[in-house]
């Protein structure tokens, strides 16, 4: 496995990194779990609390620096890519400051004496994606920190600048050799990394397959896992809702990231032919406006995809949906200039047997479906074998509600493209994976719910003991 920094702005080769080798590895996951053992587990949650908190410093510090590399590896606007920064450093600043909290010990209603504490169990595993590629790794290393696991993370190949910057940060603010390691490993060496028992948990963002797989084999260890997969998710118009304001938040909701998010608005259904129509004409109209350029520019409203094989593989499945009878309505190709871009495509006309119809698009590309009702919106966003997020848009609030409680996903937003936030638990069913991260139930993932239970010497040999 190569990993190497190529700016899909140019498709310029800027940096290539050796992979490391299996005596290295095996080092590193003796000293993650040493540390553990030793150090990092037997620390006071204000002690930890101290060093994520300076890492999160350190993040706004050096916010150009940071932004920076996420740009240059894999083609972010400069603005998201800022914006990436400081989500991270929320993140660690929120864990660092409710940890405390979330890890009080609970008492077990209806059982004097009995409570529940959460205790970490090892080093963590983390395989993790290139599209958020700070975003994505502070919400695992905010809470497995905080509660004491230590984690050895696997960072996609084409952002080893940016594993390399979040790795450094926890070194500049303290953090133990062991407490937060970052590896350049081969997939054959992530599966022994998987297999050892010194490693209690996994966790993936990425590709269904890729879920899978891991899954498999931690599965086969009797080994925890979170899996946070694909997705297409659908973005809901019902008759009531303003049809201008639905369209600019399509946009938004389909185009961040240059459409390269697993909750991206991917599936936009309407409701009502002559809605329908009007949607298609305005958002197809503001797709077609957006402009390709530098993504360091701020002028650049159109970025390219991450790479040469991601734009290979969206070509091929616009290729394949027009094959399948669907029609462009705009964009289609590559747009004619160096580097990785696509052009912001529109699809409209797909029918259950094209193949698109259930793939994930992983890019700045969107599928227009127009239903007759609600009934027919809500039976069209299901009929998917993901499920990670969903948006409704209505003037009635109840009722986006109503319809909201009705899509088979994780997540739902009403009146709102998906965002996210320290605060707002993430993660979705189906083939879109399962376990939860942020918030509260994130931290709670790679825990020893423990059970204590203290009774008075000379109690009976079982059942709870009456107070008196």
């Not at 040493?34 to 101290?50: E, G």
């Not at 002028?299 to 969206?314: D, F, H, W």
């Not at 094209?354 to 793939?359: E, L, M």
């Not at 000379?458 to 107070?467: N, Q, T």
Request: with cysteine; hydrophobic share 40%.
């Amino acid at each position: 496995m190569t990993y190497q920094t190529v700016n899909p702005a140019t498709g310029a080769v800027v940096k290539t990194f050796p992979d490391i080798s299996n005596a290295e590895l095996e080092g590193v996951v003796t000293k993650a779990h040493d540390c553990y053992q030793k150090d990092w587990s037997r620390r006071s949650i204000k002690d930890r609390a101290k060093i994520l908190s300076a890492a999160a410093a350190k993040l706004r510090e050096n916010a150009d620096e940071y932004a920076g590399y996420i740009t240059l590896e894999m083609g972010k606007l400069l603005d998201v890519s800022h914006a990436e920064v400081q989500l991270s450093a929320a993140i660690l600043d929120y864990y660092a400051q409710n940890a405390e909290k979330f890890k009080e010990a609970q008492p077990v209603p209806g059982v004097p004496g009995a409570v529940l504490e959460t205790r970490p169990i090892g080093v963590i595993l983390g395989i993790e994606p290139w599209n958020f590629p700070y975003y994505q790794v502070a919400r695992v290393a905010g809470p497995q920190l905080m509660v004491g696991n230590t984690l050895i993370i696997k960072h996609a190949e084409n952002v080893p600048q940016c594993a390399l910057a979040f790795a450094r940060l926890f070194e500049e603010a303290g953090a133990p050799e062991g407490a937060y390691t970052n590896v350049f490993a081969a997939v054959d060496q992530i599966g022994s990394v998987i297999d050892d028992v010194r490693v209690r948990g996994v966790t993936v963002t990425g590709s269904e397959r890729a879920g899978a797989a891991v899954a498999e084999r931690a599965g086969r260890a009797l080994k925890k896992t979170v899996m946070e997969l694909g997705g297409s998710d659908p973005f809901i118009v019902l008759e009531d809702a303003p049809l201008e304001h639905a369209m600019d938040m399509a946009v938004f909701g389909r185009m961040f990231n240059t459409g390269q998010s697993c909750v991206s608005s991917k599936r936009l259904i309407v409701v009502g032919k002559e809605r329908g129509r009007q949607f298609q004409e305005g958002f197809t109209s503001r797709m077609a406006s957006l402009t390709a350029g530098d993504p360091t520019d701020a002028t650049t409203t159109l970025g390219p995809v991450s790479s040469e094989r991601a734009m290979n593989v969206l070509l091929d499945q616009i290729k394949a949906a027009r094959e399948g009878g669907a029609k462009v309505t705009t964009g289609g190709g590559r747009v004619d200039r160096p580097g990785f871009y696509v052009q912001a495509t529109v699809l409209i006309d797909i029918k259950p047997g094209n193949p698109i119809y259930s793939q994930e698009l992983f890019g700045p590309v969107a599928s227009i479906y127009v239903v007759d009702s609600e009934d027919d919106a809500i039976k069209l966003a299901n009929d998917s074998p993901y499920g990670l997020g969903g948006v409704v848009f209505s003037a009635d609030m109840e009722r986006g509600r109503r319809v909201a409680e009705q899509i088979e996903s994780g997540m739902v937003w009403v009146n709102q493209p998906p965002w996210t936030g320290p605060e707002l638990p993430f993660g979705g069913i189906k083939n879109s994976g399962f376990g939860r991260e942020l918030a509260e139930v994130g931290f709670g993932e790679f825990v020893n719910r423990k059970m204590i239970s203290v009774v008075p010497s000379g109690s009976a040999p079982w059942g709870p003991v009456p107070v008196n």
